[in-house]
C-alpha cells in the first residue's frame, strides 16, 4: 500500500546496528512496559475498537447529514487535527459534499471565533464537542459560544439533539455534561492520549459525517498493524522509517522536514507535527518536526532547502495518483510557451517537479530526503499510514529514551496564562 525509499545515508550496516534496540523497544511497546505504557490503547486498537460504538457513530453520522446543513468540530491538539487533515486529504480542499464542516475550538483569535458565529447565524448546524480533559480553554470557550447560539437559535430541547460530544468514558467537565444534558457522547478511551485518537470516535465521527468511509480507514490501519507488529529490521518499513530518524538526528540533521505536493495534505504535515513534535520533545532531545508543501513553498523555502543552513533532512509524502486530474490545453498563439506540455496531465507535470527537485536537494544540495510512495490516497490508505507514523513515532522516542505519550512542557504556558487570566489557584 505504501513504499519506502530511504535517503542514501541508511545503508544496510546503519540499520542493522539498531536491531537489537529495535527488538527491545518492540518487545516493549507489545507488552506495554515502557515508560508511558498505560497510553498505549492505540497499538492494538484497529482489532480492538468497539465495534457498537463504530455503528452508532454510523447512524447518527448518517443523521447529521440528513437533517444539518453543517457540522460544527469543536476541539484542539489531538482532539482536532487528525479529522481536519483526514478530511481535506480525502475531500479536497473544494469539497462540494451537502454537509459543510467547520472546525472551531482550536484557537482564542476574536476574529476567527465571531466570523464563524456570524457565518453560523440563521443556518441549520450541528455540533460535535471533542476535549478528553473536557476542561481545555480554548475548546471550551468556543463550544460554550456554540451552544449559546444554537439554543438562540433552535431552543434548549432541540439543541440537546444537535450537540454530539467525544470525550472520556467517566470523568471530566465535560461529561458530567453530557450526562446531565443527555447528549449523543463516544468515548476517547482513557489509554490512548489525543496525539494517537485519530482512529477512535475523535476522528472517526466527524469524518464519517463528512461520507468518509471509517471502516475502510480501520482496515488500512488493521493492516498496518499486523505488518509492522514486528521487530523485522529488513523488512519492517515502520521501523526502519523511525531508526532513519534517529539516525538523522545523531548524524547533524535536528530538523526534519515533511514534504507534500499536494495542497490538500498540508494538514497531514500538521498533524505529523505535532505527533512527533510533542510525543518526542522533551528533555533538550527530539527532531524538530516541519513541513512544506511543494511546488508553492519551492517559490519560498526552495532556496533555504537547496543552500541554506545544511541542518534538515526531508520526508516526502508523494500521491502517485490523484483523485482528480485536468489536462493542459492547446493555445494557438502560444504566447506563454505551454503547448509543449498540451495533453499532458499535470499529475505529470507534478510528478515530474517531484522527481528534478529530489534530484537538486539530493546531489546539489547534500540533503537526505527518504520518500513515502503512495499509490493513491484514500480512507483505506490514509488509515495505514496513520498507524504508521503513530507506532514509528513511539519506536522513535523510545531511542531517545523519551516518553512518547507525556507533555510535561505544555502546561507551563497554560499556568502561566490562567494566572494572567485571573483563574482562581493561579
Ligand atoms: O495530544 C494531546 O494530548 C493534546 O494535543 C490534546 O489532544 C489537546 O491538548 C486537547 O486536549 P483535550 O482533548 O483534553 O481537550
Not at 50 to 67: F, P, Q, S
Request: charged content about 25%; glycine content about 8%.
Amino acid at each position: 500500500m505504501i513504499k519506502l525509499q530511504l535517503n542514501n545515508q541508511m545503508n544496510d550496516k546503519v540499520i542493522e546496528s539498531y536491531q537489537k534496540d529495535v527488538t527491545r523497544i518492540n518487545k516493549m511497546i507489545d507488552e506495554k512496559t515502557g515508560p508511558g505504557n498505560d497510553f498505549l490503547g492505540w497499538v492494538d486498537w484497529p482489532v480492538n475498537y468497539d465495534k457498537e460504538e463504530v455503528e452508532r457513530i454510523l447512524e447518527d453520522a448518517k443523521y447529521v447529514r440528513d437533517h444539518f446543513d453543517i457540522l460544527v468540530v469543536c476541539g484542539i491538539g489531538g482532539s482536532y487535527l487528525g479529522a481536519r487533515c483526514a478530511l481535506e486529504a480525502l475531500n479536497g480542499l473544494k469539497s462540494d459534499d451537502k454537509l459543510e464542516i467547520i472546525f472551531m475550538g482550536q484557537t482564542f483569535s476574536p476574529n476567527y471565533v465571531s466570523q464563524v458565529l456570524k457565518y453560523l447565524e440563521g443556518k441549520n448546524f450541528a455540533i460535535n464537542v471533542i476535549s478528553k480533559s473536557g476542561t481545555t480553554t480554548e475548546t471550551s470557550i468556543s463550544f460554550r459560544l456554540l451552544k449559546e447560539l444554537l439554543e438562540r437559535q433552535v431552543g434548549k430541547e432541540k439543541a440537546k439533539k444537535a450537540i454530539y460530544a467525544t470525550t472520556d468514558r467517566e470523568k471530566g467537565a465535560l461529561k458530567t455534561l453530557c450526562n446531565q444534558e443527555g447528549y449523543a457522547t463516544y468515548v476517547l478511551p482513557g489509554n490512548i492520549g489525543g496525539r494517537y485518537s485519530v482512529l477512535t470516535a475523535v476522528g472517526l465521527f466527524p469524518l464519517a459525517a463528512a461520507g468518509i468511509d471509517i471502516k475502510a480507514m480501520l482496515n488500512g490501519a488493521e493492516e498496518a498493524r499486523s505488518a509492522y507488529d514486528n521487530d523485522d529490521l529488513k523488512n519492517n518499513i515502520c521501523y526502519r522509517y523511525a531508526v532513519t530518524r534517529d539516525y538523522m538526528l545523531r548524524h547533524g540533521k535536528p530538523v526534519e522536514m515533511y514534504v507534500t505536493y499536494e495542497p490538500q495534505m498540508t494538514q497531514i504535515s500538521e498533524w505529523l507535527k505535532q505527533l512527533f513534535g510533542e510525543s518526542e520533545g522533551k528533555e533538550k532531545k527530539g527532531l524538530f518536526p516541519a513541513s512544506a508543501t511543494f511546488s508553492t513553498d519551492l517559490h519560498s523555502l526552495g532556496q533555504f532547502v537547496q543552500d541554506g543552513t545544511p541542518l534538515l533532512f526531508e520526508t516526502i509524502l508523494n500521491v502517485l495518483t490523484p483523485n482528480s486530474d485536468v489536462k493542459i490545453p492547446h493555445d494557438d498563439a502560444d504566447l506563454d510557451g505551454l503547448n509543449y506540455l498540451e495533453g499532458k496531465d499535470l499529475a505529470f507535470v507534478n510528478q515530474k517537479a517531484f522527481e528534478g527537485t529530489l534530484k537538486a536537494h539530493v546531489e546539489d544540495g547534500g540533503v537526505p530526503c527518504n520518500v513515502i510512495y503512495i499509490d493513491k490516497l484514500d480512507a483505506k490508505t490514509l488509515g495505514h499510514l496513520f498507524y504508521f507514523f503513530m507506532r514509528a513515532c513511539a519506536m522513535s522516542a523510545y531511542l531517545l529514551d523519551i516518553n512518547p505519550f507525556n507533555q510535561p512542557g505544555v502546561e507551563i504556558y497554560k499556568k502561566n496564562m490562567f494566572h494572567l487570566l485571573g483563574k482562581k489557584g493561579y
